[in-house]
């Protein structure tokens, strides 16, 4: 009886923990700022295959002044969203970085990068393009 108890407790306990598995940041999302540069502009497209795709743009007087792409591989483990990039610009790399999911709703995501401690606040979007620039905003 006892170990009838143990096994229901047990299956109990998985399948709440099932159920209450982690948002995750599927989707496509807009951002703004970097770590060391508040003027850095970003979209984030996470895709459930495990791949994403970043875009990174700064402008000074609606012009690009700098533009980085990358694309790798994510994963989700609990509320730690771990991404590899394998390449930037269309070159090889190898980049490895950790965030934590701080929050998410169905129009926001809180990642917060672990290396630096910088809380990145993103917003959904519905295509993959960055918003009209407007001089003066």
């Keep these: 009886m006892q170990r009838f ?6 299956i109990a306990l998985f399948v709440f923990a099932a159920g209450e598995a982690a948002a995750n940041p599927i989707g496509l999302w807009y951002g703004e700022g970097q770590p060391h540069d508040p003027n850095i502009l970003y979209l984030d497209q996470f895709n459930e295959d495990g791949t ?3 875009e990174f ?23 730690l969203v771990i991404t590899i990039t394998d390449t930037v610009n269309g070159m090889s790399t190898l980049g490895y970085q950790e965030y934590r999911n701080e929050g998410q709703s169905e129009n926001e995501i809180r990642l917060r990068h672990l290396e630096t401690d910088y809380l990145f606040i993103e917003r959904r979007i519905d295509r993959f393009e960055f918003p009209a620039c407007w001089i003066g905003s």
């Excluded at 108890?5 to 047990?10: G, Q, S």
């Design 5 to 10: 108890c143990a096994i229901a407790v047990f």
């Design 52 to 54: 994403f795709r970043s």
């Design 57 to 79: 743009r700064k402008y000074e007087r609606c012009e690009i002044v700098w533009q980085q792409v990358e694309s790798g591989r994510w994963n989700q483990d609990g509320d």
